[in-house]
């Protein structure tokens, strides 16, 4: 019998690391705080909760995160494989019906024999045995204290992102909207719903001017461009919407047969298509200004918000200075993050980093050679990424082809070179020992 590994955090990372090391027969004591904690984000009990977004973004291979999901379905991942069992409409996007979703991760995870769930919140980090840590960008303020304390004069950051507010289908006015994906890309599985200037403008005004709900501590500096509130972006200038979420590139209206001045667009949140998100429409503004503010927008002046957005705080490491490739703390190797605490951005991302620290660990603990994923695919940029002790001013990324090495030669063509690197990409996570 193995030693058992504790994995804190029931999310994507816990979850992927929890299977990854049960399937290879090494137990598994899985703590998650849900049901008897939550943050303000979390709406449900069940594990793997998408907080930001529906959205598993970019399904195509000419992208990184589009790579990096391919390799994970060759690695056996089960975030991706409950997530292609209960996809949604999104144009080409990897879209869920996330309540099916988050249902079908806690079905694996609870009804394995080698993984033992316990509730409860872990409020120090365990001082001996196996270790993950993948509590999250919503890590308790317990446990990130206690976190805090292990690593002394490290750095260690945090800071804030928010996530968007949804509406019933049945209460956009649809007669002011039409559905589309942009330049008419994969299925119209976007509602589109069009400002003119005069329009927008005034919407601009008030989003830039409306009340934000008080978070302390919260700076626009602070803001990961990634997933930067939406009146933070109305607070740039003028035409920084236009460029950003309301860009009206290639939605020409079916009425007019002419590009809007902006575009809102909704996307799917369930499987019936009876929610939708405001895509890019994070938000920290008080609620009753959220329902005054966003009902500006002709399609959504009847709009019925099912949640509104939330702000809540993000934690993560300085990881360059303190993990290693595997996710390992440099110096306690029995100790390892994996998610969004580690500094890599994004629920595919974050379900990267869980299954290559499980499939590292259960190496270690099989006593066989590490895999060494290479800098050539996606998911061995990523954790080098992290580790690379040269980034400076280290911040969340997103995995992109600019982390992963150049292809010593020309191809024509961004496209025709992304998919150059996604090709290479594969090949040699096809060459890799990592069963």
Not at 171 to 198: H, V
Request: charged content about 25%.
């Amino acid at each position: 019998m193995y030693e058992t590994v504790t994995i804190i955090g029931g999310g994507l990372a816990g979850c992927e690391a929890a299977w990854q090391l049960a399937k290879r027969d090494i137990p598994v004591v899985l703590w998650e705080m849900k049901p008897e904690k939550k943050t303000p984000a979390h709406h449900s009990d069940l594990f793997g909760e998408l907080v930001c977004s529906n959205s598993l973004r970019s399904d195509q291979l000419e992208n990184a995160v589009g790579l990096l999901k391919e390799e994970l379905r060759r690695l056996d991942s089960l975030i991706l494989r409950c997530a292609d069992e209960h996809r949604v409409a999104a144009g080409g996007a990897l879209a869920v019906d996330r309540v099916a979703f988050s249902q079908a991760i806690t079905d694996a995870i609870r009804n394995h024999p080698n993984i033992t769930v316990r509730e409860g919140e872990v409020t120090q980090v365990p001082a001996e045995g196996q270790v993950i840590v993948a509590s999250g960008p919503l890590t308790s303020d317990a446990l990130a204290q206690s976190i805090a304390q292990h690593f002394p004069d490290s750095g260690y950051l945090h800071f804030y992102d928010a996530a968007a507010p949804l509406v019933t289908f049945e209460s956009i006015d649809m007669d002011s909207a039409w559905f589309a994906s942009r330049y008419d890309k994969g299925t119209a599985d976007y509602i589109n719903c069009p400002l003119s200037q005069e329009e927008y403008l005034a919407f601009w005004k008030e989003l830039r001017e409306a009340q934000e709900a008080p978070v302390h501590g919260f700076e626009d500096k602070n803001v990961f461009e990634g997933c930067m509130p939406v009146e933070v972006m109305a607070r740039r200038g003028e035409q920084t919407l236009c460029f950003g979420p309301l860009k009206p590139r290639g939605l020409p209206d079916p009425k007019t047969g002419k590009e809007p001045y902006a575009v809102v667009q909704l996307r799917r949140d369930n499987a019936m298509g009876s929610v939708y998100n405001l895509v890019g429409f994070q938000t920290h503004l008080t609620w009753p200004e959220q329902k005054r503010v966003f009902s500006m927008i002709p399609a959504l002046k009847h709009a019925e918000f099912l949640r509104y957005g939330v702000m809540h705080r993000n934690t993560y490491l300085n990881s360059p200075k303190l993990l290693d490739r595997y996710y390992r703390v440099k110096g306690d190797e029995r100790l390892m993050f994996a998610g969004q605490i580690t500094g890599v951005e994004g629920y595919v991302e974050s379900t990267a980093s869980g299954c290559l620290a499980a499939l590292e660990l259960a190496r270690r603990i099989e006593g066989k050679p590490p895999i060494d994923f290479p800098q050539e695919t996606a998911i061995g940029a990523l954790a080098l990424y992290i580790s690379h002790e040269g980034v400076e001013n280290f911040q969340p990324m997103n995995v992109n082809f600019g982390i992963m090495p150049p292809l010593g030669y020309r191809v024509k063509g961004k496209r025709n070179k992304n998919a150059a690197l996604s090709q290479r990409a594969l090949e040699a996570l096809d060459g890799l020992d990592w069963r």
